[in-house]
């Protein structure tokens, strides 16, 4: 027999999750002849009509019950009224539904009851967004990302298809993916909190876009403008907080076990980015923030295929020189893939790592090198693209970068 607080946490759950979903529809449903049918009661009995016929009947029984709620919902839907949507309909069957997930899993219902209570609540903003803020454009971009994660990575195969063993088509697209979600994300931060947010931050956004180009951008309109050196080269070096971020995620995704050798690196290198940018971004914090760095687009395809061909031209390299040369081959790969882009050559030393070609030892210093050469390379960039008061303010911060990161290594290991 289950104990006591078992047996009744379905009901419990199930309780809250009515009420919750209940009080924010209870809000909406007006008053008078024209009221909607469902409020907080309706709701609360419905979650629990959906638990007990789990618990009594199992999913037979919950389905039938689901089937009748939508006859309901249907024919309540069909009476002549003004408003002609489906949402309080809608959220009475998940609230059913709901009811009897209790049953099998009561913390994931309640994390849904409480997610659909936020997206019922979030109406107005939410309808301000989509209307206002998403162009045509938008919504294509965002419909590739998510035809690129749900419907093709699925569909891709998880396993070595070369005769090196190297290349997994589905950690490469994976990680395709994971740059595509990267880049709407910031874009969607930006269109949330608007254009003139201030450049430190605009930057911080750009980086997990590019980094290089954001470093690159910023240091041409320093260049044109060496009054707002100090907010340009902020911008500048609070986008290389998003390089070790960055590195974690593709790391952990393609092998989890690789990120705990490096996570003291690379959370040292990130708070050593985010210690000089807010430092710099302190100097000049009285003066006028200038436009954010808005991206052209939400999920920019053609870069994430590059990133993809970049990512198997690397494994696939470095799978050769590793064999050819031993542990010194992939030292040079790792150094040519940091200096054109280090995301792509550490996922490849990852999925090699993956493929257990090379143990999470010897694929952790290979990819700090990467680190290693690409901030060398943002500092040419800086140097080249920058006034040189811009260059001198990110030269160090890519400094304090490197130093925090081979310190905490050493410490590490």
Request: proline share 4%.
């Amino acid at each position: 027999m289950l104990p006591i607080s078992d047996e009744y946490m379905p009901f419990a759950v199930a309780l809250g999750v009515g009420l919750l979903v209940g009080a924010e529809r209870e809000r909406r449903k007006g008053e008078g002849v024209a009221r909607a049918a469902a409020g907080i009661r309706t709701f609360t009995i419905t979650a629990l009509l959906g638990t007990i016929a789990m618990r009594v009947g199992g999913a037979i029984l919950a389905a039938t019950l689901v089937l009748a709620l939508t006859a309901l919902a249907t024919a309540a839907y069909l009476r002549p009224h003004d408003d002609r949507g489906l949402t309080t309909e809608t959220a009475l069957i998940a609230t059913l539904l709901m009811g009897a997930l209790a049953v099998i899993d009561a913390p994931l219902a309640a994390a849904l009851g409480v997610a659909l209570t936020i997206v019922l609540a979030a109406r107005a903003p939410l309808h301000r967004f989509v209307v206002a803020r998403l162009d045509r454009k938008e919504v294509v971009d965002l419909l590739t990302l998510a035809a690129s994660a749900l419907i093709i990575l699925p569909m891709l195969p998880d396993r070595p298809v070369d005769p090196l063993g190297a290349l997994n088509l589905q950690t490469v697209w994976r990680f395709a993916v994971l740059v595509m979600a990267i880049s709407a994300l910031g874009h969607l931060a930006q269109l949330m909190f608007g254009a003139r947010v201030g450049l430190p931050f605009a930057g911080l956004l750009g980086g997990f876009v590019s980094s290089i180009a954001t470093i690159t951008t910023m240091g041409r309109r320093a260049a044109l403008s060496p009054a707002d050196c100090p907010q340009f080269a902020a911008a500048a070096v609070l986008s290389s907080v998003a390089t070790p971020v960055q590195l974690a995620l593709i790391v952990g995704v393609v092998h989890e076990p690789l990120l705990r050798h490096l996570a003291p690196a690379f959370a040292a290198g990130m708070l050593g980015a985010l210690v000089w940018g807010l430092l710099i971004a302190w100097r000049a914090i009285r003066k006028p923030m200038q436009e954010a760095l808005v991206v052209s687009r939400a999920v920019d395809l053609k870069a994430a295929l590059l990133l993809a061909s970049t990512l198997m031209i690397l494994t696939l390299g470095g799978t050769l020189l590793a064999r050819w040369f031993g542990e010194a081959g992939l030292l040079i790969a790792a150094v040519l893939g940091g200096l054109i882009d280090t995301h792509s050559a550490a996922a490849s030393i990852a999925a090699l790592s993956a493929q257990s070609l090379l143990s999470a030892d010897e694929a952790a210093m290979p990819i700090i090198v990467a680190l290693t050469a690409n901030s060398i390379m943002k500092c040419v960039v800086a140097a080249i693209a920058g006034h040189h008061a811009f260059a001198w303010t990110v030269v160090p911060g890519q400094a304090l970068i490197l130093v925090c990161v081979w310190g905490a290594w050493w410490f590490a290991h």
